[in-house]
Structure formats: structure tokens, C-alpha cells
């Protein structure tokens, strides 16, 4: 055996040792750097944009305002984003186009780990739009930015806003002899609509904003429940109707061919309703093969600053029934020669379910006493058809809705309001047809 002197074996035992020293240190080093890293992770937000995540709902919106100035304050998309507690946030807007930026609404405090929203109004909206010079139907892209500050630490987010500009319809007042006449079906108040657009809480909306922006004077409506009239006499005050229901009552859940009418513009000297059966007077009365009610509401009018004085009848014919359709026109035709006999100027509204060469409306326009208002007006806007059944897809082809008016009238411009097809934002399944008139 060979024994080492002293000297080597001292050495090899302090080799071993610090290799196994080494060796520790490296295993410490090593740990220590991947807490400490992880700990770094967590605690260091600076610029890093997924430590707040920023939600918009919707994140395509659509306004209709055909200038700034005139836009309104009402809410067009909700921002929601997942703050550090600490940070203090601000918004900002901004053009991508020409990367111009409007701030809002100056900070907000974010002190918990928890969401914080903020709503972009229609106004605010405008503001990031400028100088993009939109034209009608077209999109434009914002950049919706959250940013936030801790002492020199700073995290950002951004999302696109999808905007689609269509310029609002909208219709200058009548004054004097000339009377702004629509008809509308407002499609009853279904329970379970396949999609929220449809629902009456959003449909309302844009059939109060029609009301309002196009001063109407008399519209005679089709098909909606009694609640929904009554909705839209508490969200319109300058209007009454006239009417009961289908049954001759003011049931909440019964349908209506409810009347309005502008109360500043308008009074009513007489009004009225008829069955359209055999027995005319008779209410919730039906024949003539149909199973169920349909009726007629009518109002005698005087323009309150000429004391001019004209008839509304308003008519919904039934869908289903071709020969109560044609009964129907017959039973109104009489009351309009009555009237027209006694040298007052006659309109009729209505959903009549026809188109002008159907055999019911041939007898309302061969008689020699009714007109299609369209085909006397000095000029037309919108679509031809006025069902779309909520099918985007295709223009409407089936004019179903229409206003008559007797000879004496004169006849304006005609319009068919068929912005909801660009839009999405429907009023009905049916698009509104509107005719300004000029009494005799």
C-alpha cells in the first residue's frame, strides 16, 4: 500500500471539501434566483400591458348623429378593465387615422384589485372622430387606451372601437296646412324574441327617436299590445290616441290599431272605431272566414292654426284571410265616401297585408275616391318594400303598409325610413312609411 505523504493528503481532503462547498453555493444561487425572479414577476407591473386587461361592451357601436355638435350624452359602450391596486387610472381616445386624442374623463382611482368601468358617451365618441371627415355608412376605427400610474411604474392597455357612422333620419316641422302623416306597424310585444334587438326594451328606443325626430303630426299604428301604446304615451307627452283594442277594451296584452296624434298641432272634433265583420259595431266582432278580430280607428281633425278639418282612418286587414281582406276594403270604402261626400279630405293608414295590385286594394283605388299617397308625392326616399321580417340579408320587396288619400289632397314628399336595415336597431319587423300632406 502506498501511503501519501502529509502534504498531498491534506490537499486532496481540502479539494473534496470545497468541491462539495461549491457545489452547495451553486444549488443556493440557483434557487435564490428563481424566487427571486418569480417574486420580480409579480411585483414589477412596469410596462407590461397584460397586468390589465380592458374590455369593451359592445365593441362595435353605431352612431347617427350628423354632427358633433348635435350629438347627445347618452351611453354608446361600457369600458371595464382589471386594475393593480394602488394605480391611478386615465382614459384617452384616439383617432387612429390621424392619432388625434381626446382624454376622458380626466383619472380614476383605482384602490382595490378589482374592476373598475367608465362609459364612453355619444358626445365622447364624436370627439375621437374628428377631422376623420366621414361620410353615410361608413366605419372608422378608435383606440380605446387605459393607462396606469404608480409612483415612476406605469402599465397600458388599448382595444379597438369599431364605429359605424349612419346619418340619423330626421324630418324639419310642419306648420299651417301641411300635416306629416305616417303609418306604422309596431309588431306586438313578443315573450321570448330570438335576439335582444328585437326585444321591445330596444325597439321602443328607436320608435320614440322616430316620433320626435320626424314630427309627426298623426300615426296610425298597427299590432302593438296595449302596454306598448301606453309606453310610448309615457315617453311621449305631446301625443294622445284614440282607440280601444281589439276587443274593445284596454287590456295590457291585447293588440291595438291605436291613433296618435300631435296634441300641440291637432284636435279632435269626433273619433270612432268599427269591426271589420258583419256587424260592424259589434266589438271583437269577425267574419268572413277569419277567426279572429280586426278593426278600424278614426278621428276627425282640426289643424288648430288654419281650423282646417280632415279625416284619419287607420286599418289593420287580417294575414291570413284573402276574403276578409277583400270584405274589409269594401266595409272602409263606405266610410270613406261618407265622409268625402260631406267635402272633408280623407287619409287612410294602415297595414292593409297587400300590395296595390291585390284585389282588396283595387277596390279601395278604382273607386274614384282614394289615391296611393306614393304615387302623387313630389318625391320619394327610402326602399320600396316595407315588411323585412328582421331578414338583413335582402331588401324588403313586400309593401304591405300604405297611405291613401283622397283626390282634394295634396302630396309631399314620401318616405319609406329603412335606416334600420344599415343599422340593426329595429323598430318593428315593419319599416315606417311617412307622407307630408297639404289640406284643401
Request: hydrophobic content about 35%; aromatic content about 10%.
Amino acid at each position: 500500500m502506498i501511503v501519501p505523504d502529509p502534504g498531498s493528503f491534506i490537499l486532496m481532503i481540502y479539494i473534496k471539501t470545497m468541491k462539495k462547498i461549491n457545489f452547495s453555493c451553486l444549488l443556493f444561487l440557483l434557487g435564490f434566483s428563481v424566487l427571486y425572479g418569480c417574486n420580480s414577476a409579480n411585483s414589477s407591473p412596469d410596462n407590461s400591458a397584460t397586468d390589465l386587461k380592458v374590455h369593451l361592451t359592445p365593441s362595435e357601436v353605431c352612431i347617427g348623429k350628423t354632427d358633433q355638435a348635435n350629438a347627445d350624452d347618452s351611453v354608446v359602450t361600457n369600458i371595464v378593465w382589471d386594475g393593480l391596486s394602488g394605480y391611478t387610472y386615465s382614459l384617452a381616445l384616439s383617432n387612429i387615422k390621424n392619432t388625434s386624442s381626446e382624454s376622458l374623463p380626466g383619472e380614476i382611482k383605482a384602490l382595490k384589485d378589482e374592476q373598475e368601468s367608465v362609459s364612453l358617451s355619444n358626445r365622447q365618441i364624436w370627439a375621437g372622430l374628428s377631422q376623420m371627415d366621414l361620410k353615410k355608412d361608413t366605419m372608422a376605427l378608435l383606440n380605446v387606451t387605459v393607462k396606469g400610474i404608480k409612483g415612476e411604474s406605469s402599465i397600458q392597455a388599448s382595444k379597438s372601437l369599431e364605429v359605424h357612422y349612419k346619418n340619423t333620419y330626421s324630418l324639419a316641422p310642419l306648420s299651417g296646412d301641411s300635416v306629416r302623416i305616417a303609418s306604422y306597424n309596431l309588431l306586438f310585444e313578443k315573450t321570448v324574441p330570438s335576439v335582444d334587438a328585437q326585444k321591445w326594451a330596444a325597439r321602443r328606443i328607436q320608435v320614440e327617436r322616430l316620433f320626435k325626430a320626424c314630427h309627426l303630426d298623426v300615426v296610425g299604428t298597427q299590432e302593438a299590445l296595449t302596454r306598448q301604446v301606453n309606453d310610448l304615451l309615457t315617453a311621449l307627452p305631446d301625443y294622445a290616441r284614440l282607440g280601444t283594442d281589439l276587443w274593445g277594451s284596454f287590456s295590457a296584452t291585447n293588440e291595438n290599431e291605436a291613433l296618435f296624434y300631435n296634441k300641440k298641432r291637432l284636435d279632435v272634433l269626433d273619433s270612432g272605431e268599427f269591426w271589420y265583420s258583419t256587424t260592424p259595431d259589434k266589438a271583437g266582432s269577425y267574419s268572413w272566414e277569419a277567426t279572429y278580430p280586426r278593426m278600424c280607428i278614426w278621428g276627425k281633425f282640426e289643424e288648430k292654426s288654419t281650423g282646417k278639418i280632415f279625416y284619419v282612418f287607420n286599418s289593420h286587414f287580417h294575414v291570413d284571410f284573402p276574403q276578409s281582406r277583400l270584405e274589409s276594403a269594401k266595409l272602409l270604402l263606405t266610410y270613406v265616401i261618407k265622409r268625402a261626400s260631406e267635402g272633408y279630405p280623407v287619409v287612410c293608414t294602415g297595414d292593409f297585408n297587400s300590395d296595390d295590385s291585390s284585389e282588396a286594394l283595387q277596390v279601395l283605388l278604382k273607386s274614384g275616391f282614394l289615391v296611393d299617397s306614393k304615387n302623387l308625392a313630389t318625391s320619394h326616399s327610402g326602399c320600396d318594400g316595407t315588411y323585412h321580417g328582421f331578414d338583413l340579408t335582402k331588401v324588403p320587396t313586400a309593401t304591405i303598409d300604405h297611405i291613401f288619400v283622397t283626390k282634394d289632397i295634396g302630396v309631399g314628399p314620401y318616405h319609406v325610413v329603412d335606416e334600420e336595415l344599415q343599422t340593426g336597431k329595429f323598430g318593428s319587423d315593419h319599416l315606417p312609411v311617412i307622407t307630408d300632406i297639404k289640406l284643401p
